[in-house]
């Protein structure tokens, strides 16, 4: 039998009796990182990194979660089990499970260049590959953080020159922190709305050091800080919270702002393209160096994908999940 | 190229009117005079002659990505945009070029006549040295079709703050046949050139759609009510012993309008007339059906001619005796108008189009119900007093049109969108009831909201039961009324029956697929509007 295998509550390895970021309630799940697709409600016990599991018990209330470090290695029934830097969000991992001599890697979300915030993704030698698919299409293609960066203080200076607050929407895990790392503190102060003040305040009270922010709460005067730069999840941007704080450009920071059609239609003046996921180049390296034969594709352009990666000589298969689908876009992209 | 790619960036990334005219406004200032004329031809649809085809910047994209022509097919249309798939997906540059835009324009104009393998060169070449913004604009020249989020309205206003010209000048200089390769600067914004004046028609004056109680509009006596008709708006210019029609859309249509010439036997040169063009026969406006056969045709085989022939249903006057008569009340122009076109031979291809007369809002309502029987959309209102303005202004000219005919059907198809809706299912096939099967009758795009989009993309995502290419078919559980203007028979269609403009109107959550209508109900549409 296999390591692992597919069913509808999610992936599931049998010799270890454990499911990888189920979608239905199981009585054992290792989660590769804390995003509401990966990390779901209802679970007998979690497992999952150090560094992800106050952010889950932040999402997910009081449950049992028991941590491990990247690189420690797990007994679980017939498995060996162990969590490797992902490089998606802080704490996110991929998932290694070895069942008799045969080496399984379920890799969540993930990204292969640094960002200076999570830890950098790592290779990791397989058999059978289990991979996202977000951004699994040619035209993706993310500049350097550097780049961005500029680009995103050049936007946030002719905001704060024109006395205008400058709105930049991003998800609340992950993105925002390091959007956060990348303007320049010279320009302005960062305020920051309550969903994601509330995860800046999990990852300090966990010692991951984050550039000085302020909460936009109800009681913000908003006369006194001049020249901000305002993140805030998607949804808020334009709301009557939003609208308090008087003139104002808006932005959106995701990698579906390489498409001028989905940037028209999704942010408001500006877009700039920053992703959490790997971009085209970033899903085929990261799937060579794992030297698997059998890749497994999951959430995003799986189809087109799958096609590809067969064509390259690779045995590659869709994986029929409920990861991304309508909220791919919503989170953390 | 820079400089056109950063104005462009500028108008493409606000959404604001007064950043655009202000971006536009100093390019009009700075930019060499050229690239000025060219933006300005670009902008208002004038675009160079396409240089390639398609299916070779296709291979040509996807050999130097070094990705399989499928991959990039498939790319395309999740992109929705032709041009900026082969930006992305193209490698990053590895040179730098200073060239501006007039001098690429110039070099694609060469292009054509160069054999194949210069051509590629060329274009890959361009490539190489093109970040990703101008890359794209590059392509756009390359395949036509550039739609940036400026309108005319904006370009012809920074254009008139740029030069101290007003903005109703401005926008007459810009219509009209001009050659952006051949004309200067000079000439078109501040010389006056009666050669060139001969052909240029009138920026069109264009109605707001009506909502309202038409009461709310006041004193009936105030307003002239017209049939609004269904067929294409069109200028008719005489002058200097020539004529030229044109389209709302500034096309030059004298060629396909060949009955119009003979206007000048019968109407005075220095006359400019507004109106419809319209099939005529048995003495009335005829169906847009018939029109449709000759829509589209560059010239006309001369059984068509007979067969369905135009004539243009005037319902203004723009200049008269060579002068310039849009500043003139409506009740004046429509006096004059009515001595010029009121009594001419029944042969002549123009007519008068009527007015509609009504003594209370009441009465006109009953008459706006009739509309359909006059081969009508409805009624045009326009106020006595007021001049011809340009462009689409609110508060003299309303269009209210008659409701939509309506139907309720099943989804059963459904495709993702372009561009802006790339990622969203929004191409829908609908389809009635004949006996115990759905046949498909339909497609829609519009008329959800783009929170609906949303919902429904969802739920094909996870209902789909077979795929063919990019079309789903999904499970039958939706009911939507559709919305459409006209209905008529085809043999094209599975059906039966083709409709005209056809959208959702409403998702009708309280409807089971049980109670959306059948055939026979379209066909007895057919047999009433058809
Ligand atoms: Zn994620
Ligand atoms: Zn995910």
Redesign the interface.
């Known amino acids: 039998m296999a390591a692992l295998t597919f069913t509808p509550s999610g992936i599931y390895c049998p010799a270890g009796d454990f499911y990888i970021d189920p979608w239905k309630p199981v009585d054992r799940a290792l989660i590769t990182h804390g995003h509401a697709d990966h990390a779901r409600w209802g679970m007998g016990h979690y497992l999952a990194t150090d560094i992800a599991a106050p952010v889950m018990r932040h999402r997910l209330g009081d449950v049992s979660i028991d941590t491990v470090r990247y690189g420690e290695t797990r007994r679980i029934g017939g498995a060996t089990v162990s969590f490797h830097p992902a490089g998606h969000v802080p704490g996110s991992a991929q998932i290694r499970v070895e069942v008799g001599g045969e080496v399984w890697v379920a890799s969540g979300d993930y990204k292969v260049v640094g960002d200076g915030l999570s830890t950098p993704f790592e290779p990791v030698k397989c058999h059978h590959f289990i991979t996202e698919s977000t951004f699994g299409?040619?035209?993706?293609?993310w500049q350097s953080q550097d780049v961005i960066a500029a680009q995103i203080n050049d936007w946030w200076r002719g905001c704060a020159a024109n006395d205008k607050t400058a709105f930049l929407g991003c998800y609340a895990l992950g993105k925002a922190q390091r959007l956060m790392s990348m303007l320049d503190p010279d320009i302005g102060p960062i305020l920051t709305h309550t969903a994601i003040e509330n995860t800046n305040a999990v990852m300090r009270a966990q010692g991951i050091p984050l550039a000085a922010t302020i909460q936009a709460g109800g009681d913000l005067v908003h006369k006194d800080h001049p020249g901000a730069i305002v993140l805030a999840p998607p949804s808020a941007l334009g709301s009557a919270w939003a609208r308090k704080f008087g003139p104002q450009e808006t932005a959106f920071a995701s990698g579906?702002m390489?498409?001028?059609?989905?940037r028209?239609?999704r942010a408001?003046?500006?877009?700039f393209v920053i992703s959490d996921h790997a971009d085209w180049s970033g899903l085929l390296s990261a799937i060579r160096e794992t030297g698997a034969e059998n890749i497994y594709v999951t959430h995003g352009?799986t189809d087109?994908f799958t096609?590809?990666l067969n064509?390259q000589g690779w045995n590659a298969q869709v994986l029929q999940t409920e990861f991304g689908?309508?909220d791919a876009?919503e989170d953390a992209a | 190229m820079k400089r056109f790619a950063a104005l462009f960036n500028a108008i493409d990334q606000s959404t604001k009117t007064t950043v655009k005219v202000a971006a536009l406004t100093d390019y009009f200032l700075t930019a060499p005079e050229e690239d000025r004329i060219w933006t300005i031809a670009i902008f208002s649809g004038r675009r160079p002659k396409r240089a390639v085809n398609s299916t070779r910047l296709r291979e040509w994209a996807a050999e130097v990505a070094g990705i399989p022509l499928w991959l990039f097919e498939e790319a395309y249309p999740i992109v929705g945009d032709l041009a900026e798939t082969i930006a992305l997906v193209l490698p990053l540059p590895d040179t730098d070029t200073d060239h501006g835009l007039s001098h690429w324009i110039n070099a694609l104009r060469n292009l054509a006549n160069v054999e194949e393998p210069a051509r590629k060169d060329f274009v890959l070449e361009a490539w190489r040295s093109l970040d990703t913004t101008q890359r794209f604009l590059f392509n756009k020249l390359l395949t036509g079709g550039f739609r940036v989020g400026v309108s005319q309205k904006l370009m012809t206003r920074a254009l008139a703050r740029a030069t101290g010209k007003n903005e109703a000048e401005m926008a007459h200089r810009l219509m009209g046949d001009w050659d952006p390769a051949r004309i200067t600067w000079a000439q078109l914004t501040v010389d006056d050139d009666p050669a060139a004046n001969a052909s240029r028609p009138y920026p069109f004056y264009l109605a707001y759609a009506f909502d309202d109680a038409p009461e709310s509009l006041g004193n009936p006596e105030d307003w002239q009510a017209e049939w609004k008709w269904d067929g294409i708006r069109g200028q008719l210019i005489l002058r200097d012993g020539a004529h030229y029609v044109w389209s709302r859309g500034e096309e030059l249509m004298t060629d396909r309008f060949p009955e119009l010439a003979r206007a000048l036997d019968f109407i005075p040169n220095g006359t400019v007339l507004d109106g419809e063009l319209l099939a005529w026969g048995d003495g009335a406006p005829q169906s847009f059906n018939a029109l449709q056969k000759r829509i589209g045709r560059k010239t006309v085989p001369k059984k068509l001619l007979s067969e369905a022939p135009v004539i243009l249903y005037a319902y203004d006057l723009l200049e008269w005796g060579g002068v310039d008569y849009r500043q003139e009340p409506l009740e004046v122009r429509r006096a004059t108008l009515e001595e010029v076109c009121g009594n001419l031979p029944t042969d002549a291809p123009v007519k008068l189009s009527p007015t509609v007369p009504f003594d209370a809002w009441e009465h006109l309502a009953d008459q706006r119900a009739t509309a359909r029987a006059a081969q009508a959309e409805g009624l045009m209102l326009k106020r006595r007093d007021s001049p011809y303005l340009t462009g689409r202004k609110k508060g003299d000219w309303w269009k209210w049109k008659l409701d939509p005919l309506t139907i309720d059907a099943v989804m059963i198809y459904a495709q993702s969108g372009h561009g802006r809706r790339a990622n969203l299912f929004t191409d829908f096939t609908f389809a009635v009831w004949n006996g115990n099967d759905l046949v498909p009758f339909t497609k829609a795009y519009s008329g959800l909201t783009d929170e609906e989009f949303r919902k429904i993309t969802a739920w094909v995502k996870k209902n789909t039961q077979q795929r063919f290419g990019p079309v789903r078919q999904v499970t039958p559980e939706h009911v939507f009324e559709i919305a459409f203007e006209g209905i008529q028979a085809s043999s094209r269609h599975k059906s039966g029956v083709a409709l005209r403009f056809p959208r959702m109107s409403r998702w009708r959550h309280d409807k089971p697929i049980q109670e959306a209508n059948s055939l026979d109900d379209l066909n007895e549409m057919l047999n009433t509007y058809g």
């Not at chain 1, 390489?258 to 989905?262: H, M, N, Q, Y």
């Not at chain 1, 408001?268 to 877009?271: A, P, T, W, Y």
Request: charged share 40%.
């Open positions: 299409l040619p035209v993706f293609r579906w390489a498409v001028r059609g989905i028209r239609r408001g003046d500006r877009g352009y087109i096609r590809y064509e689908g309508e876009e």
